[in-house]
Every structure is written in C-alpha cells, then in structure tokens.
C-alpha cells in the first residue's frame, strides 16, 4: 500500500484547509486511517483517525477544528482544518493500519505517506 498525501500550503491564521491521502496498490478498504503531524524540533503526534464504520478520533489541540473523513470507494481519506493557529505549522503525515480499532500510537499503523508540509502564518 503506497500513501500520497497532499493539500499542504502556507496559509493564514483562521483560514481552512484541506489535506488528502490517496492510497493505492492493493485494494485497502475498510482498515484504520489517520493523520499525524511533526513540528520542527517535536515529536510526531497524533492528529486524527478514523475506523470502519467512521468512528472517529482526535487529538485535544484540534477537537472542533478538524474533521477527518474517508471516501473508501476512492481509497482516500481527509483532514479538514478549520480556524488553523501557528502551531498547527507542521508536516502532516498520513498514516494505514493494516487491521482495526488501532490507537493513537505511531507503532499502530504499518504504511505511511511522505508527509505534506502545512506552514500557518500570523
């Protein structure tokens, strides 16, 4: 399974943007999908993810301003954010699980995208 992440820009301060994560190769539907993202400096955190069934989670220092989505007919999965903050500056990685109801945690997920730069101005 190959992700492609993209969508990442230099934006503004309450602005919205929307990253995308295409998968291919062999088909991948139904498993767990989520979003993370490094600052310069920090460790890679989590963002978002979403299960089958979309259920879904997110990280404090985003609940209410993003919305992760998935379209499985596309094999792609979303992060919307709303109402950015300079610290939401960082790469975003994509992130697959190849099997259900996974964490929070890197050591959850098997595939991995190349990451997405987003850069929030003040």
């Known amino acids: 399974v190959q992700l492609q992440a993209s969508g990442g820009g230099l934006v503004r301060t309450g602005d919205s943007l929307r990253l995308s994560c295409a998968a291919s190769g062999p088909p991948y539907t139904g498993y767990d999908m989520a979003w993370f993202r490094q600052a310069p400096g920090r460790e890679r955190e989590f963002v978002a993810s979403?299960?089958?069934?979309?259920?879904?989670f997110y990280a404090d220092s985003v609940k209410g301003r993003a919305t992760i989505s998935r379209d499985d007919a596309l094999n792609t999965v979303f992060l919307q954010m709303n109402n950015v903050k300079p610290e939401d500056t960082a790469a975003y990685f994509c992130?697959?699980?190849?099997?259900?109801?996974?964490?929070?945690?890197?050591?959850?997920?098997?595939?991995w995208g190349q990451g997405t730069q987003v850069t929030v101005s003040s």
């Open positions: 992130a697959a699980a190849n099997k259900n109801h996974s964490g929070k945690q890197q050591t959850d997920y098997t595939y």
């Open positions: 979403i299960w089958s069934g979309d259920i879904t």
